[in-house]
């Protein structure tokens, strides 16, 4: 049973070292892009009320959830999705506020997945939310952000796809689908199952020029280009406004001079429920996964009682990492490379040289040293920790023994050098 207690359930891991220094430097990078921009930190509970995330706000379906009882026998969830937490709040202590808010986060999210798909359940989420905004300029403001982000932390080879859910709910609405069989729908268009679309539809009572679009929704990817000739294919005013969405949106990010960075998806759809417009995501190599994932959810709020559009988007730093492991992308981080050693009689001197490392900026141990341990046992401590320098002090700590652990040399060097 102690050896039990030793291991972490699964889907979380831990992270120690200079892996976890390298996640706080990708997390602050990110978070510095998202500052330039102008959006302000927000923090919300780690579990909060089980009816924030129920069906109806379309959030992550209720088996996903991790749930627990509080006294007052109260349901409550491990937060599974920031934005409906977003919402809550900004409903509660912004319900005057008419000007747009632009709001950050850098939190956990906990979403029960079946183990065999081996994916996280505990995993790190930065973003952003753009609250009161329903404008294209709102959205192609998401995507910048997304796409300098990235950039930011050393990524180069990535791409964005942006998608438009309105154009789906635009024909199914035409349809005159239950939302049993959207759902079946949106599933096979989202992952290219031309056999299963065509097989669905085919069943359906519709048009043959409505069952066209359909069959060749899940080919409506690539360039703009591409995406322009779906408006060749329906007449329908909703589908082919948001197409004309995408276009406004492109013209944009040209203007920030980004469209290189963006292709397009019709036939990309979401399994939150909460979407309401332009939807995209960021894919890169390393990850069998996105690791950006974002859109418009302008009929969220009103569930709270604020009737007002948003958009937004998270990036899930986990996979990031993995990515940037994968693809042998440095990320610099400042490691404490130093360690001052001193026996007891040194202790004073040794404690003056570590202040005066720190007050230079540089990170910098202090260990006292044992008795019974030579000082060999410290320098494989040293080496196997990436600790560069020992530096050991002896009797009256006014010599210094330095030792380079990566060029194995070793000298004697007065404290007043270091101190002077």
Do not use: W
């Not at 969830?77 to 319900?95: E, G, H, Q």
């Amino acid at each position: 049973m102690n050896n039990q207690l030793l291991h972490t359930p699964d889907g979380v891991r831990d992270i120690y070292s200079e892996e976890c220094a390298k996640k706080m430097a990708v997390q602050e990078k990110i978070q510095k892009v998202f500052h330039l921009y102008g959006y302000q930190n927000i923090e919300t509970p780690t579990f909060e009320f089980f009816d924030i995330f129920k069906k109806e706000r379309g959030s992550v379906v209720s088996g996903e959830m991790f749930k627990f009882f509080d006294r007052d026998n109260n349901t409550l969830v491990l937060r599974p999705d920031m934005t409906p937490s977003i919402a809550r709040c900004v409903a509660k202590y912004f319900m005057d506020e008419t000007m747009p808010l632009r709001l950050c986060y850098l939190e956990p999210t906990f979403i029960n997945n079946t183990s065999y798909q081996g994916r996280l359940k505990e995993s790190t989420q930065t973003g952003v939310e753009l609250i009161g905004d329903d404008s294209s300029d709102g959205d192609a403001e998401m995507i910048a952000m997304v796409i300098h982000s990235l950039l930011s932390v050393g990524l180069k080879e990535f791409q964005v796809e942006l998608g438009q859910v309105d154009f789906f709910r635009g024909l199914v609405e035409e349809a005159g689908m239950d939302e049993e069989t959207q759902e079946q729908l949106r599933e096979l268009i989202e992952n290219k199952n031309y056999f299963g679309v065509e097989e669905l539809v085919e069943s359906q009572p519709m048009e043959d020029s409505l069952k066209q679009v359909f069959l060749k929704l899940p080919e409506l990817f690539g360039s703009l280009e591409q995406i322009l000739e779906a408006k060749k294919l329906t007449q329908n005013k909703r589908a082919v406004r948001a197409v004309e969405r995408l276009e406004n949106v492109h013209r944009i990010l040209a203007m920030y001079g980004l469209s290189e960075y963006v292709s397009y998806d019709l036939g990309m759809l979401s399994k939150y429920s909460y979407y309401t417009g332009i939807i995209f995501k960021a894919y890169t190599y390393g990850t069998g996964d996105y690791v950006v994932n974002g859109g418009r959810y302008d009929k969220l709020l009103i569930q709270f009682g604020k009737d007002t559009p948003a958009v937004g988007f998270a990036i899930v730093i986990d996979r990031l990492m993995m990515a940037l492991s994968r693809q042998k992308i440095e990320i610099d981080v400042s490691m404490a490379n130093t360690l001052v050693l001193y026996d007891m009689d040194a202790r004073e001197p040794a404690i003056a040289l570590a202040r005066h490392f720190r007050t230079l900026n540089i990170a910098c141990g202090l260990m006292r040293k044992s008795q019974s341990k030579p000082v060999e046992e410290y320098k494989d401590y040293a080496k196997r920790s990436g600790i560069r320098n020992l530096l050991y002090l002896a009797l009256d700590g006014q010599t210094v023994r330095a030792m380079d652990m990566h060029k194995d040399q070793e000298d004697q060097i007065p404290i007043s050098e270091y101190l002077h």
